[in-house]
């Protein structure tokens, strides 16, 4: 799991450096937290500043105080790593994944610039207070 992890650092840097990951967006990724089918994020969690949420996972408000930034995009990377029993899809993996519609083997839920514009959003200052 720890080679994963620094898998997924690596990708994120590299992709920083070579222009791949433009300068996250809030707003983008306030987009992809509503998108029901694409990401489901707001079917299971409450999400600041948005008027639809789900109880299933934690509440996302007051993100920014129980987290890091790096410790968030890991988590919704693939929360597996921190919980092997987790329901939460590991958004920026395809690891260990098994029956995966033929059509969507190999590819990951979001890709490092839809990450980096949902944590923009989260961490947001005006976001901050839970």
Same mark, same amino acid.
């Given at each position: 799991?720890?080679?994963?992890? +620094?898998?997924?650092?690596?990708? *994120?840097? &590299? &992709?920083?450096?070579?222009?791949?990951?433009?300068?996250?967006?809030? $707003?983008?990724?306030?987009?992809?937290?509503?998108?029901?089918?694409? @990401?489901?994020?707001?079917?299971?969690?409450?999400?600041?500043?948005?008027?639809?949420?789900?109880?299933?996972?934690?509440? *996302?408000?007051? *993100?920014?105080?129980?987290? @890091?930034?790096?410790?968030?995009?890991?988590?919704? +990377?693939?929360?597996?790593?921190?919980?092997?029993?987790?329901?939460?899809? +590991?958004?920026?993996?395809? $690891?260990?994944?098994?029956?995966?519609? @033929?059509?969507?083997?190999?590819?990951?839920?979001?890709?490092?610039?839809?990450? $980096?514009?949902?944590?923009?959003?989260?961490?947001?200052?005006?976001?901050?207070?839970?």
């Amino acid at each position: 799991m720890k080679a994963a992890a +620094a898998a997924l650092a690596g990708c *994120l840097v &590299c &992709c920083a450096a070579t222009g791949q990951v433009a300068t996250a967006s809030p $707003e983008r990724g306030r987009s992809l937290l509503l998108q029901r089918q694409d @990401t489901g994020c707001v079917l299971c969690h409450q999400i600041p500043g948005l008027p639809v949420g789900g109880a299933l996972g934690p509440s *996302l408000h007051g *993100l920014a105080q129980r987290s @890091t930034l790096a410790q968030a995009r890991e988590q919704v +990377a693939d929360a597996r790593r921190f919980n092997p029993q987790t329901i939460m899809p +590991a958004y920026l993996s395809t $690891e260990g994944l098994h029956n995966v519609a @033929t059509s969507y083997r190999g590819q990951t839920i979001l890709n490092p610039q839809e990450l $980096e514009d949902i944590l923009s959003y989260l961490f947001q200052p005006s976001l901050a207070t839970p």
